[in-house]
């Protein structure tokens, strides 16, 4: 699934990725800033957060891979009335845990995190973060106030990890009751207090594949690993080229393996060296290498977002990413080599791939 600024493509391959067929746009001329693919029931659903000038958000979902979608005829995502808010856009789509296959989270704009109990269709809000005493204090990154990461535990349905742009990491315990921040070692330089207890503007936060409590994020300037479930974080930003950046992706089976696309600065955000060049992980962020085998040598300056960079979940994982200029690339060797699977699309926001 590729969600891009002017609609949404499918990209299937028949061949253990070797090549892939495009079709879409579906949705077209709306923005598709989140898509998931849900593996839990017996038919996968894939999910889409569109946007649309005319009618505004919603969350379309298809049971046929894409064949056709529902669009619920009332919004999927509402604010209660006396919020006095309304719905921007829906910035992440996360399913449960397989314990409750029925459960899907969203992450909106403005900062707001929703449940749904029936596969994705509609959602309530949760309450307890809106009301959270910091709410009022949380800015806008420059995309926008928004609740980007939703990392549901894998195993514990009542523990949820949620990031956002800008007030960092929240946790929950406790199925949303509660929630404490989880930001302690992630440094916020544009603030006068450079260690605040909230504030930082994280930009996307991983799961390792092993371990649920590790975990690694990329923050506005900063790459940090936590080994305990988010409460502390180091720096593992030595050995990138820069420590600014939008992605962050931890590959699904083998631990301590993580992937990772840096940018110049947050005043320049363009790939550094202008090279196309990911970077990988074996060690939990000890040491780096780039990833260039079958990418672009000519200089190239589009970035990739936060969410335009993902693994699958084959036997030999794929990589997956997407740039601000419309291509895509795949590897089907967990990073080693890559092939073009789409160029020129409208400007790439998300990107996720499933074996189905």
């Known amino acids: ?48 957060g569109v946007s649309s000038s005319h009618f505004g958000p919603s969350v379309a979902t298809s049971d046929d891979l894409g064949g056709s979608w529902r669009e619920p005829d009332q919004p999927p995502l509402a604010f209660p009335a006396d919020t006095g808010a309304s719905l921007g856009r829906v910035w992440q789509l996360a399913p449960g845990t397989s314990a409750e296959p029925d459960v899907v989270y969203a992450g909106a704009e403005p900062t707001a995190l929703f449940r749904s109990v029936d596969g994705g269709v509609s959602y309530e809000m949760i309450r307890s973060l809106w009301d959270h ?41 406790d199925a949303g009751a509660s929630w404490t921040t989880g930001n302690t070692g992630i440094r916020a330089y544009f603030l006068p207090d450079e260690w605040p ?56 089976s083998r ?34 290498e780039p990833l260039v085998d079958g990418l672009p040598t000519d200089p190239y300056y589009a970035a990739v977002l936060r969410d335009a960079m993902c693994v699958d979940d084959a036997d030999t994982a794929g990589v997956y990413f997407g740039t601000r200029a419309g291509d895509v690339y795949a590897s089907r060797d967990e990073g080693d080599s890559w092939s073009l699977v789409a160029a020129h699309l409208p400007d790439v926001l998300c990107v996720r791939a499933a074996r189905v």
Request: glycine residues 10%.
């Open 255 to 288: 631990p301590g393996v993580i992937y990772n696309f840096p940018l110049v600065a947050d005043g320049e955000r363009f790939p550094v060296g202008r090279r196309l060049r990911p970077y990988r992980s074996e060690d939990a962020g000890a040491t780096w």
């Open 1 to 48: 699934m590729i969600g891009t600024g002017k609609g949404l493509f499918l990209a299937t391959s028949r061949d253990d990725r070797v090549s892939w067929e495009l079709s879409g746009p579906h949705f077209s001329m709306t923005e598709v800033y989140s898509v998931a693919i849900d593996k839990r029931r017996s038919v996968p659903r894939l999910l889409a």
């Open 133 to 173: 005493p910091h709410r009022k204090d949380w800015g806008a990154g420059f995309g926008g106030q928004a609740a980007h990461t939703v990392l549901p535990h894998p195993t514990d349905s009542d523990r949820i990890l949620v990031a956002m742009s800008t007030g960092g990491v929240y946790r929950t315990d």
């Open 197 to 252: 207890e909230f504030g930082q503007c994280v930009h996307k936060v991983a799961r390792d594949a092993v371990d649920p409590d590790r975990l690694y994020a990329q923050n506005h300037h900063g790459v940090y690993r936590s080994d305990d479930a988010g409460v502390t974080w180091t720096s593992i930003a030595d050995g990138l080229p820069s420590d600014f950046g939008f992605a962050m992706v931890a590959h699904p």
